[in-house]
């Protein structure tokens, strides 16, 4: 058996380099933020509105008044309320996949205009031609709606560039799931991210089987707060079904990206009901197993139980809650009665000119 050399260096030769310290700084361990009574009703109303609004267009589609794709957001609803309220509004840059319609709501853009870029209209926010999953408003820095598996993630880095490069004080969050976490344009994303330390919230949302495999199966390591790790980003794992967790973290997150510390990595633990998309059975899990969530761990139904050991009752949900039928169904209403584009838009928004 060989032994180790106990031979001394050269006089005169380099000495190693010593190992980094492991102890490098670390965002503080997020707080589970204390919201006001009208904070907590905001949040809630958000969450109720996203549910709602994602029922309706699972009914539309249904109907053949919604084509293409849909994946609806049902489950995930804390994720974009809790992260983005602490986001300025024309300020910081959005991006999310395909599953994009909750972000939306979010981020405060009206339900009508979403359900009519649902249903393929020229009122749509981007004139019906973007549909369900590629949907984008440069006017409130939403910038999609992506239906290449993890390209968000590189636009976002882009996005954080811009922030960074215009010195405007803004951030970028970029959304992906836990399927995409395994795109190597994220991890390319991430190396840039940090050495030139943008601006960029990186968020995981693991809703646990991607387009329908368990995260346990497809990822060697599915923590996947830790996948910035060989990067010197930091991850935080949250409680992606508690609106208030979410929300601590989001203000942990800001905090650290706007003191100019780069990029912050957070897993959000959620769950989605409905499957990958409207064409999705979502056999690869038990109807008991997605019960079991619902029963558990709703974030409409967490809020709630919140919101009532702060006084508020039974009959002030319930009207809260027609009232946002009553939105949903206009926006509903309005999107089929608006007419389709005309043919002229087959012409417009197209690169014609060399540049």
């Known amino acids: 058996m060989a032994r180790a050399s106990t031979a001394k260096p050269a006089k005169g030769a380099a000495k190693p380099t010593p190992a980094p310290a492991s102890n490098r700084e670390r965002p503080a361990e997020p707080v589970r933020y204390e919201a006001s009574k009208d904070e907590l009703m905001a949040f809630y109303r958000e969450m109720l509105l996203i549910r709602r609004f994602e029922e309706k267009a699972g009914q539309l589609y249904g109907l053949g008044l919604i084509g293409g794709f849909c994946h609806l957001y049902i489950g995930q609803e804390a994720v974009a309320v809790g992260l983005q309220s602490a986001l300025e509004v024309g300020k910081d840059s959005v991006i999310t996949g395909y599953r994009d319609h909750g972000h939306m709501l979010a981020y405060g853009i009206a339900p009508k205009l979403i359900m009519a870029e649902l249903t393929g209209r020229e009122a749509g926010i981007s004139r019906g031609k973007g549909g369900s999953m590629h949907m984008f408003s440069v006017e409130h820095k939403f910038y999609g709606g992506h239906g290449i598996v993890g390209a968000q993630v590189s636009l976002g880095t882009g996005l954080a560039f811009k922030h960074k490069y215009a010195n405007d004080g803004g951030v970028a969050m970029a959304y ?34 991607a387009m329908g495999t368990s995260v346990n199966r497809s990822s060697a ?24 967790a979410v929300r601590g973290a989001a203000n942990t997150a800001v905090e650290w990206v706007r003191a100019g510390k780069g990029p912050i990595l957070l897993e959000l633990k959620t769950y989605r009901y409905r499957g990958h998309s409207m064409s999705d059975p979502a056999k690869y899990r038990s109807r008991d197993e997605v019960q079991a969530v619902r029963d558990k761990s709703d974030p409409i139904e967490h809020a709630k139980r919140d919101l009532e050991a702060l006084g508020v009752t039974e009959a002030d949900l319930k009207d809260l809650d027609k009232e946002i039928r009553k939105i949903v169904s206009e926006a509903a209403d309005f999107a089929e009665s608006s007419p389709e584009p005309g043919l002229a838009e087959l012409y417009t928004d197209v690169l014609v000119d060399t540049y």
């Open 176 to 209: 992906f799931g836990d399927g995409a976490s395994n795109q190597g344009q994220v991890y390319e994303s991430f190396n840039m991210a940090e050495l030139w330390k943008l601006p960029i919230i990186f968020v995981i949302e693991n809703n646990q089987y």
């Open 221 to 244: 390591e599915d923590q996947l707060y830790k996948r910035g790790e060989s990067f010197r980003i930091p991850g935080l794992q949250v409680d992606g079904m508690d609106v208030l």
